[in-house]
């Protein structure tokens, strides 16, 4: 997943994420936001990605500034059959940067059975707006 929490969030508040995101993410990729909100640079993503290794010290986890910089590092080392999870700030930003690495967006929850499985809750108002590739070419 591409995680993220605004600057301007309690410690606990971002704690909180990073935990969820600890055990509901194989692989952590955290987006450090362009506008920090009052914290210094790399001062969220680091409380973010220490939570998530006290909670699971091998995780992976590591930190990009930026959506496109977070979104190349994911795509860049996609496996077969891997989902790519990205909280986003600006979609018409991310879905520029996907037609441009040549993503095929899944507009169609059952697209999903391609990976084995369809995410819980996927419906097709949230499966138009996710930011989800099929194929990069």
């Known amino acids: 997943?591409?995680?993220?929490?605004?600057?301007?969030?309690s410690d606990e508040m971002i704690r909180a994420s990073a935990k969820a995101a600890?055990?509901?993410?194989?692989?952590?990729?955290?987006?450090?936001?362009l506008?920090?909100?009052?914290?210094?640079?790399?001062?969220?993503?680091?409380?973010?990605?220490d939570t998530i290794h006290q909670i699971d010290?091998?995780?992976?986890?590591e930190t990009h500034l930026g959506e496109?910089?977070?979104l190349y590092a994911a795509i860049s080392t996609i496996q077969k059959r891997e989902v790519i999870f990205f909280f986003y700030d600006d979609l018409d930003?991310?879905?520029?940067?996907?037609?441009?690495?040549?993503a095929v967006p899944v507009t169609d929850p059952a697209e999903f059975s391609l990976l084995g499985s369809?995410?819980?809750g996927m419906t097709n108002?949230?499966?138009?707006?996710?930011a989800t590739v099929r194929e990069v070419g």
């Open 1 to 9: 997943g591409i995680i993220s929490a605004p600057g301007d969030r």
């Open 22 to 33: 600890a055990v509901g993410f194989d692989r952590i990729i955290i987006r450090e936001d």
């Open 35 to 49: 506008d920090l909100r009052g914290r210094k640079p790399g001062e969220t993503a680091h409380l973010l990605c």
């Open 57 to 61: 010290p091998k995780k992976s986890c």
């Open 68 to 70: 496109n910089a977070a």
């Open 93 to 102: 930003r991310i879905r520029f940067r996907l037609l441009e690495l040549g």
């Open 118 to 120: 369809s995410p819980a």
């Open 125 to 130: 108002s949230s499966a138009e707006s996710a």
